[in-house]
C-alpha cells in the first residue's frame, strides 16, 4: 500500500510516499518511518515513545472532493476511514464484523451512483456498492497527484 502525501522522517521515502507498512508515533503525530528505517528509529526518536503500525492509507478521498474515476483498481479496507476500535463487549464491536466482511477483496471501479461505488471484484466478477470510506484505492503516486491537481499535470 502507498500512503499518500506521508514521507518517511529518516530517508524521506526517495522524494515520494511510504510504500509498504507505515510506522507512526503517536506522542509525535507528524513523526512517520518506512518499514526500510524503522530498525534506526531507538537512535533518532524518543525510545518510550509508543509507534501505531498502519497497513492502509488513511488519506480521504472524499473529503478531499475526489471521486475515483471508472476503471481505478481498489481493494476494501479493514478498517474505515472513520473507523475507532470499539468495546470488545459492545454491540458495535459485533457491527464491525459485519462491515469488514470482504476484506482484502480488490476489484475495478465501474461507476458512482448515490454515494456508493460499483466495484466489480476481481475474484468472481460480482459487483458489490461500497461507501467510499471502505475503498482503499491502488494508485501510484502519480496518478494521486494527477487525480488531486489536474491542472498542475497539463503541460
Same mark, same amino acid.
Given at each position: 500500500?502507498?500512503?499518500?502525501?506521508?514521507?518517511?522522517?529518516?530517508?524521506?521515502?526517495?522524494?515520494?510516499?511510504?510504500? &509498504?507498512?507505515?510506522?507512526?508515533?503517536?506522542?509525535?503525530?507528524?513523526?512517520?518511518?518506512? %518499514?526500510?528505517?524503522?530498525? =534506526?528509529?531507538?537512535?533518532?526518536?524518543? =525510545?518510550?515513545?509508543?509507534?501505531?503500525?498502519?497497513?492502509?492509507?488513511?488519506?480521504?478521498?472524499?473529503?478531499? &472532493?475526489?471521486?475515483?474515476?471508472?476503471? @481505478?483498481?481498489?481493494?476494501?479496507?479493514?478498517?474505515?476511514?472513520?473507523?475507532?476500535? !470499539?468495546?470488545?463487549?459492545?454491540?458495535?464491536?459485533?457491527?464491525?464484523? =459485519?462491515?469488514?466482511?470482504?476484506?482484502? %477483496?480488490? &476489484?475495478?471501479?465501474?461507476?458512482?451512483?448515490? &454515494?456508493?461505488?460499483?466495484?466489480?471484484?476481481?475474484?468472481?466478477?460480482?459487483?458489490?456498492?461500497?461507501?467510499?470510506?471502505? %475503498?482503499? !484505492? $491502488?494508485? @501510484?503516486?502519480?496518478?494521486?497527484?494527477? %487525480? $488531486?491537481?489536474?491542472?498542475?499535470?497539463?503541460?
Amino acid at each position: 500500500v502507498r500512503h499518500f502525501f506521508i514521507s518517511c522522517a529518516l530517508c524521506g521515502s526517495r522524494g515520494g510516499c511510504i510504500v &509498504g507498512p507505515r510506522f507512526q508515533c503517536l506522542h509525535c503525530r507528524a513523526f512517520d518511518c518506512c %518499514l526500510k528505517c524503522e530498525p =534506526k528509529l531507538h537512535k533518532v526518536h524518543p =525510545k518510550d515513545h509508543v509507534f501505531a503500525i498502519l497497513f492502509e492509507c488513511e488519506f480521504d478521498w472524499q473529503q478531499a &472532493g475526489i471521486q475515483l474515476p471508472v476503471g @481505478t483498481r481498489a481493494r476494501l479496507r479493514e478498517h474505515p476511514i472513520d473507523w475507532q476500535e !470499539p468495546a470488545a463487549s459492545s454491540a458495535a464491536a459485533q457491527d464491525t464484523r =459485519k462491515r469488514t466482511r470482504g476484506y482484502g %477483496l480488490e &476489484g475495478v471501479v465501474m461507476g458512482y451512483k448515490r &454515494g456508493r461505488y460499483d466495484l466489480q471484484l476481481s475474484d468472481d466478477g460480482s459487483m458489490r456498492h461500497v461507501l467510499a470510506k471502505d %475503498l482503499q !484505492p $491502488l494508485l @501510484t503516486q502519480k496518478k494521486a497527484q494527477k %487525480l $488531486l491537481f489536474p491542472d498542475s499535470c497539463k503541460r
